[in-house]
């Protein structure tokens, strides 16, 4: 190729946004998905909505493991609960995705639930219910930025949001407890549960606790679907150069 084609071909690349499949349920609300739209659109990538009736059909250059239903607790030897819903045929699809993608380095976010079945996935565990484990934490189930979180320095997040401390909201009734395999804790909330985990020797491999999808306003989360995009970009143009 020449070096006039070359070039013609590096800013098409340049130019096409990488794609970002978004892992979901098939019953997730409309504006639950247009955040998830939204904030990967704003970042510069293009959304793919996977799920258990919109399985994976073309190539991606990140992944989002997205929040939803509690994880099915035979996945990590938990007491099933009948009063939670759950979603087999999802956690068959992110765990085949993770299986799959992983170890080729994809770039990949986990969020809220997402961030638990990707510790699930390296063998980590769960704390089944936060309130029923510590009976003294109070419900702080939110979707404005109300919880405070510290963030370990020197690790990849606390770089990304460019901050130690931050507020975030917080739908969740579960959390990490033992984090899994190749995997390390990056922050934690007042009451010293686990809100941000990530991979030790991967790329970008992140798991928050939090929805950064909701904080639409919020230029420190918004970063961090930026980074996932700007990375999913960067794998999109080492794999053409290969």
Known sequence: MDSAKRSGTDVKSRQTRPVIGITTSDHKSLLAWWCDWLSVW?????PLRISPSRPLTQAVDGLVIGGGDDIGAQRYGGEVQLDVRIDPA????ELDLLGHYLPSRLPILGICRGAQMINIHC????????????SHIKNRRMVLPRKRIEIEPFSQ?????????CHVNSLHHQAV???????????????????AIEGERHPFLIGVQWHPEFLLFSRSQQRLIRALVEAARQQRQAVSTE
């Open 42 to 46: 704003r970042a510069g990538g293009k």
């Open 90 to 93: 999802r956690d068959e699809l």
């Open 123 to 134: 063998g980590g565990s769960l704390i089944e219910d936060i309130q029923t484990t510590y």
């Open 157 to 165: 997040l606390a770089d990304i949001l460019n901050r130690r401390y």
């Open 177 to 195: 407890d033992r984090p899994g395999n190749g995997l390390k804790v990056v922050a934690h909330d007042r009451d010293d549960l686990v809100q």
